[in-house]
């Protein structure tokens, strides 16, 4: 799996992959367009690992509401993307540049929420992915917390399992099911080779219509 990762995220792109899902029949495995990334540049590529909030809206007095969340980023590794599935909650910043560093020293690739983010000035300095529905100055304390991890949660509108291929860039994210992701990235892999020729025809002044019927690539 890691060797695939490491494919995947020097050689594919969102919209590749996202076609070939669809020709595996997997077709509503991209984030909702609002799901975007804090640094246009950067690429995400790595293995889920979920966490589900809820909204609160008080802390018991002995209660530590960050004690799930905390447990999850210490125990991130190489090549993981935190997931965190707040249900486009506007209430719940649950990503920031603590948990970034955190989870970057763990080995992790990045993270994905539906959620809000903040201290953006500081993890876009990092050049750490982070994937988000918003940006806010909000804590989750008191607003939301982790009532479970490691289990499939539903995130910008895909159902998300964890070990699923999690891939982002400037187009959007997109979550490859484990069981086909050998599968869907070695076709990804073939569709860009085919995209390369295809472009490279039209480039030299080939018909689209002629260039499509040779590599059915468009």
């Not at 209660?63 to 486009?88: K, R």
Request: glycine share 10%; with cysteine.
């Amino acid at each position: 799996m890691d060797e695939l990762m490491a494919r995947a995220r020097k050689k594919l792109y969102a919209a590749v992959l996202s076609d070939t899902l669809d020709a595996l029949g997997a077709t509503e495995q991209a984030m909702r367009p609002g799901i975007r990334p804090l640094d246009d540049g950067l690429v995400l590529c790595g293995r889920a690992r979920t966490a589900l909030y809820a909204e609160t809206y008080h802390i018991a007095p002995d209660e530590n509401p960050y004690e799930l969340e905390i447990a999850l980023v210490d125990d991130l590794g190489a090549n993981d993307v935190a997931v965190f599935a707040c249900s486009g909650s506007e209430r719940i910043a649950p990503w920031g540049e603590l948990l970034s560093t955190a989870s970057r020293a763990r080995g992790a690739v990045g993270c994905v929420t539906d959620g809000f983010v903040r201290d953006v000035k500081r993890i876009r300095a990092m050049a750490f992915p982070v994937f988000h529905g918003g940006i806010a100055p909000l804590d989750s304390r008191g607003r939301g917390k982790v009532v479970a991890i490691d289990v499939p949660v539903r995130c910008g509108g895909v159902l998300v399992h964890p070990g699923d291929l999690v891939f982002g860039d400037v187009d959007g994210v997109v979550v490859v099911p484990q069981a086909i992701a050998a599968e869907a990235v070695s076709r990804a892999l073939a569709k860009v080779e085919g995209e390369n020729q295809t472009r490279r025809e039209l480039e030299q002044g080939q018909l689209l219509r002629e260039v499509y019927e040779k590599y059915g690539v468009l």
